[in-house]
């Protein structure tokens, strides 16, 4: 009967206790957070002796696995062919956990399914200690171990399970010898190497070949002379010759204004014959000849190779061999003359064949002088600038300003940056004597305008005399600031004016700018 929890009923359970620390799930051992209450190690869990410090085993063996060769016997039912199969396995345990896995070898057109007969796991004994768990000491060469009831014969391991072995004490056996081979697969391997292809094929190895010269290429440089047919000229070209596969291709070096098209290619990379005669018919040249020995033609026929090869045309291909300066290349019916190499290529000539290099022939045509452009005089519509670019260029574009002078030159506030003179025109006609202009300079971007004020009763209409243009000189160039001065003469578009005043701002302007 339990007594009620009620003051003076209950006892106290802390009485006899000496310590009054709390409960922890870890404890170290060895330096190694370790948990607590885990039973004691296995057999695994000791170092041996002169490896290291003792250290729980998921430490001191972790990723080490013991590898064992293995095989077992499998009965076949209810087939003529074979009366048992011997399986071949990989036996794979793991020093950390004790856990064991084990693997099967595939094999082609076996039938069955193979690769991982038992996933890794602990495995126990078979009965009656069917309470134990496989251990380390229980594998060795000539052991035979059952696991699930397939007994495993063990005949070789690897060198670092005979070395961890030899150090535990135990004594490993020599390799077993004489394995017992599967008589199924033997007859099987021998009806394979028996049997022929309906259309057998000649192999070819040219691996190796493409992996050693994979990317590497000989440069040439070759001219085309066929000046002697009509419409016909010198024509500079260069030869790829690619030595993965011995095969080559050839772009031509077209100018500018050549007035011939820019065709990607000259020739199409591929194998060049020496000799260029009339085109086969298609089948005619093959690469095997098959012979057939005996049966009807297709379904149930007997076939060979001709090693003889019988009726084969042979045609020599260009090689690197046949490539050299001075050397003539018949391109289908076009011969092409080496006339030099670049660098690789001459460095592949000397180390292959230990030969020296030709000295190159002079195969580029003299360039014809390059005629200037000659740019026509300034009509007058529209402004120069605007003018020449319609010659320079097929799409003509704006002219571009100077944006930079432009922003520092703008009008900013007060600062208008623009200088004004007054002038009249240098000319001894009585009309024009008493006429006066207004010349204003622009600093941004060195454009002059002219304007001739109102002056009664002058029958002379006043206003915008010159646009707001860049005007030129006679000797070249436009006209600056520096150019426009009080008793400056200047002429601008047929008109000669005298300067014969200036505004505060431009004297201000040249007198701070004298020595600009």
Known sequence: ???????????????????????????????????????????????????????????????????????????????????????????????????????????????????????????????????????????????????????????????????????????????????????????????????????????????????????????FYCVWDHSREMFGDVRELILHYFLADDTMEIREVIKA?????????????SKVPKEVGALHKPGEITERTVLNVFGPMGHGGRYILDSLKTGAVAKQFYTDADLTIGAKVNVWGREVTICDMDEFTAHHFKCKFNVDVPAPIVYKMSEERKQEREIPPYNGWGSEEDSKANCLKLIAQAPKRDFIKFMKKDRQGLESHVLRYLARMDTNRPIDIDRTFIISFFLSDGTISVFEPEKRNSGIVHGKFIERSRLNKKDGGYYEAEDLFVGAVVNFRSHQFIITDADEYAKTYAENHKDD
Not at 195 to 216: A, G, I, S, V
Not at 257 to 269: E, M, Q, T, V
């Open 257 to 269: 204004n050549s007035g011939r098209d820019a065709a990607p290619k000259f020739l199409h990379r």
């Open 1 to 219: 009967m339990a007594l009620p929890f009620l003051p003076g009923y209950s006892t106290n359970s802390t009485l006899g206790k000496d310590t009054f620390n709390k409960g922890h799930a870890f404890d170290m051992r060895n330096g190694v957070p370790v948990e607590v209450g885990v039973g004691g190690p296995s057999k695994t869990t000791i170092v041996p002796n002169g490896v290291g410090q003792p250290a729980p085993s998921w430490v001191a063996f972790d990723r080490q696995v013991l590898r064992f060769s293995a095989y077992f016997q499998e009965a076949v039912h209810e087939k003529r062919e074979e009366t048992y199969r011997i399986r071949r396995c990989t036996i794979l345990y793991y020093l950390e956990d004790d856990s064991i896995q084990v693997n099967e070898a595939r094999q082609e057109n076996s039938g069955i399914p193979q690769g991982t007969l038992i996933r890794r796991h602990r495995i126990p004994k078979p009965a009656p200690h069917d309470d134990k768990f496989y251990e380390v000491d229980s594998f060795n060469v000539g052991n035979n171990v059952t696991l699930y009831s397939r007994s495993f014969t063990i005949t070789d391991c690897d060198a670092f399970t005979r070395n961890y072995l030899t150090k535990t004490g135990a004594k490993v056996p020599e390799p077993a010898s004489g394995e017992p081979a599967d008589p199924y697969f033997e007859h099987r391997k021998k009806q394979a190497e028996a049997m022929q292809p309906h259309r057998p094929y000649e192999k070819c190895d040219t691996l190796k070949q493409f992996l050693e010269n994979d990317r590497k290429v000989l440069r």
